[in-house]
Protein backbone atom coordinates (compact mmCIF):
# COMPACT_ATOMS: atom_id res chain seq x y z
CA UNK A 1 0.00 0.00 0.00
CA UNK A 2 1.55 3.12 -0.85
CA UNK A 3 1.56 5.75 1.73
CA UNK A 4 0.21 9.28 1.39
CA UNK A 5 3.04 12.24 1.31
CA UNK A 6 3.38 14.31 4.12
CA UNK A 7 2.62 18.12 4.60
CA UNK A 8 5.04 20.05 2.40
CA UNK A 9 8.50 20.57 4.26
CA UNK A 10 8.31 16.69 5.71
CA UNK A 11 10.39 14.03 4.09
CA UNK A 12 9.66 10.55 5.24
CA UNK A 13 12.24 7.67 4.24
CA UNK A 14 11.16 3.98 4.06
CA UNK A 15 12.26 3.45 7.38
CA UNK A 16 10.08 6.01 8.57
CA UNK A 17 13.20 8.63 9.83
CA UNK A 18 11.61 12.74 9.03
CA UNK A 19 13.28 15.09 7.59
CA UNK A 20 12.97 18.55 7.17
CA UNK A 21 12.96 20.03 3.80
CA UNK A 22 11.89 23.57 4.21
CA UNK A 23 11.76 25.57 7.47
CA UNK A 24 8.94 28.39 5.67
CA UNK A 25 5.68 26.52 6.30
CA UNK A 26 3.55 29.59 6.54
CA UNK A 27 1.60 32.02 4.49
CA UNK A 28 -0.52 34.78 4.80
CA UNK A 29 -3.71 35.68 2.49
CA UNK A 30 -5.65 38.90 2.82
CA UNK A 31 -9.33 38.90 2.94
CA UNK A 32 -10.10 41.82 0.18
CA UNK A 33 -13.09 42.43 1.70
CA UNK A 34 -12.06 43.22 4.82
CA UNK A 35 -8.60 43.76 3.77
CA UNK A 36 -7.65 41.70 7.16
CA UNK A 37 -4.92 38.95 6.77
CA UNK A 38 -5.27 35.11 7.88
CA UNK A 39 -2.21 33.43 8.25
CA UNK A 40 -1.89 29.88 7.28
CA UNK A 41 -0.07 26.43 7.71
CA UNK A 42 1.07 25.80 4.02
CA UNK A 43 -0.06 21.81 3.47
CA UNK A 44 0.57 21.06 -0.18
CA UNK A 45 1.88 22.59 -2.83
CA UNK A 46 0.83 21.61 -6.49
CA UNK A 47 -0.03 22.73 -9.91
CA UNK A 48 -3.58 22.75 -11.24
CA UNK A 49 -4.07 21.14 -14.65
CA UNK A 50 -3.25 24.81 -16.49
CA UNK A 51 -0.16 24.61 -14.97
CA UNK A 52 -1.05 27.67 -11.88
CA UNK A 53 1.01 27.65 -8.96
CA UNK A 54 -1.53 26.76 -6.00
CA UNK A 55 -1.65 25.59 -2.23
CA UNK A 56 -4.03 23.91 0.43
CA UNK A 57 -3.66 26.15 3.06
CA UNK A 58 -5.26 25.58 6.96
CA UNK A 59 -5.36 28.53 9.04
CA UNK A 60 -2.42 28.68 12.28
CA UNK A 61 -5.32 29.81 14.81
CA UNK A 62 -8.41 27.67 15.17
CA UNK A 63 -11.18 28.92 13.29
CA UNK A 64 -14.85 30.03 15.34
CA UNK A 65 -18.03 30.85 14.73
CA UNK A 66 -20.92 32.02 16.79
CA UNK A 67 -23.97 30.67 17.43
CA UNK A 68 -27.14 31.99 19.60
CA UNK A 69 -29.72 29.98 21.20
CA UNK A 70 -33.89 30.22 20.03
CA UNK A 71 -36.82 28.42 20.76
CA UNK A 72 -36.17 26.11 18.03
CA UNK A 73 -32.18 25.74 18.28
CA UNK A 74 -29.09 26.99 17.81
CA UNK A 75 -29.29 29.18 14.77
CA UNK A 76 -26.74 32.00 12.86
CA UNK A 77 -26.46 35.23 13.55
CA UNK A 78 -26.21 38.25 11.04
CA UNK A 79 -22.81 40.24 10.13
CA UNK A 80 -24.69 43.45 12.42
CA UNK A 81 -25.14 41.18 15.54
CA UNK A 82 -22.10 39.13 14.95
CA UNK A 83 -19.80 42.95 15.43
CA UNK A 84 -21.80 43.69 18.50
CA UNK A 85 -21.55 40.57 20.37
CA UNK A 86 -17.80 40.50 19.32
CA UNK A 87 -16.41 42.08 22.82
CA UNK A 88 -18.54 39.24 24.85
CA UNK A 89 -17.35 36.55 22.79
CA UNK A 90 -13.54 37.78 23.15
CA UNK A 91 -13.71 38.19 26.81
CA UNK A 92 -15.65 34.55 26.73
CA UNK A 93 -12.36 33.35 25.26
CA UNK A 94 -9.84 35.32 27.21
CA UNK A 95 -11.55 33.86 30.47
CA UNK A 96 -10.07 30.08 28.95
CA UNK A 97 -7.20 31.94 28.08
CA UNK A 98 -7.92 32.03 24.14
CA UNK A 99 -7.68 35.31 22.46
CA UNK A 100 -9.45 36.32 19.59
CA UNK A 101 -8.19 37.34 16.31
CA UNK A 102 -9.90 39.44 13.80
CA UNK A 103 -8.57 37.48 10.64
CA UNK A 104 -9.72 37.64 7.40
CA UNK A 105 -12.37 35.24 5.87
CA UNK A 106 -13.12 33.25 9.37
CA UNK A 107 -12.81 34.59 13.11
CA UNK A 108 -9.87 32.16 14.75
CA UNK A 109 -9.03 32.00 18.26
CA UNK A 110 -5.59 31.67 19.52
CA UNK A 111 -4.31 29.56 22.42
CA UNK A 112 -4.86 25.65 23.08
CA UNK A 113 -8.16 23.94 24.14
CA UNK A 114 -9.04 20.47 24.98
CA UNK A 115 -12.19 18.80 24.47
CA UNK A 116 -13.98 14.90 24.23
CA UNK A 117 -16.41 13.42 21.93
CA UNK A 118 -19.13 15.06 24.46
CA UNK A 119 -18.02 18.36 23.68
CA UNK A 120 -18.64 17.40 19.45
CA UNK A 121 -22.09 19.24 19.24
CA UNK A 122 -24.59 17.97 16.52
CA UNK A 123 -26.82 20.72 14.79
CA UNK A 124 -29.25 18.91 13.37
CA UNK A 125 -33.14 19.33 14.11
CA UNK A 126 -34.63 16.70 16.04
CA UNK A 127 -36.09 14.81 12.92
CA UNK A 128 -32.58 14.79 11.70
CA UNK A 129 -33.10 17.38 9.08
CA UNK A 130 -30.09 19.68 8.42
CA UNK A 131 -30.01 23.68 9.60
CA UNK A 132 -29.95 26.16 6.85
CA UNK A 133 -26.42 28.30 7.45
CA UNK A 134 -25.18 25.66 10.21
CA UNK A 135 -22.63 22.47 9.48
CA UNK A 136 -23.58 18.85 10.62
CA UNK A 137 -21.37 19.06 13.87
CA UNK A 138 -19.38 21.39 15.91
CA UNK A 139 -17.19 21.28 18.80
CA UNK A 140 -17.79 23.54 21.75
CA UNK A 141 -15.47 25.88 22.72
CA UNK A 142 -17.03 27.95 25.16
CA UNK A 143 -19.78 29.95 25.68
CA UNK A 144 -21.46 33.28 27.04
CA UNK A 145 -24.41 35.32 27.70
CA UNK A 146 -25.83 38.97 26.29
CA UNK A 147 -28.93 40.24 26.63
CA UNK A 148 -30.58 37.39 28.33
CA UNK A 149 -29.31 35.16 25.43
CA UNK A 150 -26.95 32.56 25.28
CA UNK A 151 -24.17 31.95 22.59
CA UNK A 152 -22.49 29.22 21.42
CA UNK A 153 -18.35 29.94 20.51
CA UNK A 154 -17.41 26.35 18.28
CA UNK A 155 -14.92 25.07 15.67
CA UNK A 156 -15.43 22.95 13.16
CA UNK A 157 -14.35 19.37 13.91
CA UNK A 158 -12.55 18.86 10.48
CA UNK A 159 -10.21 20.74 9.49
CA UNK A 160 -10.54 24.12 7.79
CA UNK A 161 -9.16 24.32 4.49
CA UNK A 162 -8.34 26.76 1.94
CA UNK A 163 -7.17 26.35 -1.91
CA UNK A 164 -5.29 29.54 -3.03
CA UNK A 165 -3.65 30.19 -6.44
CA UNK A 166 -0.70 32.09 -7.79
CA UNK A 167 -2.07 35.43 -10.16
CA UNK A 168 -1.15 37.11 -12.39
CA UNK A 169 0.65 39.88 -10.36
CA UNK A 170 2.31 36.83 -8.29
CA UNK A 171 0.31 37.06 -5.32
CA UNK A 172 -2.10 33.90 -3.47
CA UNK A 173 -5.41 34.33 -4.05
CA UNK A 174 -8.43 32.20 -2.79
CA UNK A 175 -9.30 29.53 -5.65
CA UNK A 176 -12.85 30.07 -7.03
CA UNK A 177 -15.64 26.99 -7.61
CA UNK A 178 -14.34 26.26 -11.35
CA UNK A 179 -10.31 25.35 -10.22
CA UNK A 180 -11.79 23.37 -6.79
CA UNK A 181 -13.24 20.62 -9.90
CA UNK A 182 -9.51 20.77 -11.36
CA UNK A 183 -8.71 17.23 -10.97
CA UNK A 184 -4.85 18.53 -9.37
CA UNK A 185 -6.44 19.84 -6.83
CA UNK A 186 -9.14 17.02 -6.08
CA UNK A 187 -6.05 14.62 -5.90
CA UNK A 188 -4.24 17.72 -3.44
CA UNK A 189 -7.19 17.66 -1.02
CA UNK A 190 -7.44 13.62 -1.32
CA UNK A 191 -4.16 12.92 -0.39
CA UNK A 192 -4.10 15.51 2.72
CA UNK A 193 -7.71 13.70 3.95
CA UNK A 194 -5.80 10.33 3.29
CA UNK A 195 -2.55 11.45 5.24
CA UNK A 196 -5.08 12.59 8.05
CA UNK A 197 -6.49 9.67 8.55
CA UNK A 198 -3.20 7.50 8.49
CA UNK A 199 -3.13 9.97 11.82
CA UNK A 200 -5.45 9.41 13.31
CA UNK A 201 -5.16 5.42 12.61
CA UNK A 202 -1.80 5.42 14.21
CA UNK A 203 -3.00 7.49 17.13
CA UNK A 204 -5.51 4.97 17.47
CA UNK A 205 -3.07 2.31 18.04
CA UNK A 206 -0.73 3.81 20.55
CA UNK A 207 -3.71 4.50 22.20
CA UNK A 208 -4.13 0.73 22.25
CA UNK A 209 -1.00 -0.39 22.81
CA UNK A 210 -0.61 1.88 25.76
CA UNK A 211 -3.74 0.59 27.45
CA UNK A 212 -2.03 -3.15 26.57
CA UNK A 213 0.74 -1.84 28.38
CA UNK A 214 -1.47 -1.05 31.30
CA UNK A 215 -3.06 -3.84 31.94
CA UNK A 216 0.06 -5.55 31.57
CA UNK A 217 1.52 -3.82 34.27
CA UNK A 218 -1.79 -4.10 36.69
CA UNK A 219 -1.40 -8.19 35.99
CA UNK A 220 2.39 -8.05 37.25
CA UNK A 221 1.27 -6.04 40.11
CA UNK A 222 -1.26 -8.50 41.29
Known amino acids: MELPEPPTGFVLDDNGTVTLSTT???ATIVDPISNLPLECVIRRVFKSSDRDECMLLCPVD???QILKS???GWSAISDEEDE???P?????LAKIHMHLVYSGYCYTAR???CYTDKDILDFHTDDGKEVDGLPSEGVEITYFYLKNTRYLIYTPPEPVQFVVVKDENGMFQMADDDLLDDPAVIDSIDEETEFN???EEE???IEALMDDEEDSDEEDYY
Open 111 to 113: GGF
Open 203 to 205: AAV
Open 62 to 64: TPV
Open 197 to 199: ALV
Open 70 to 72: TRD
Open 88 to 92: AAAYA
Open 24 to 26: NRL
Open 84 to 86: SVL
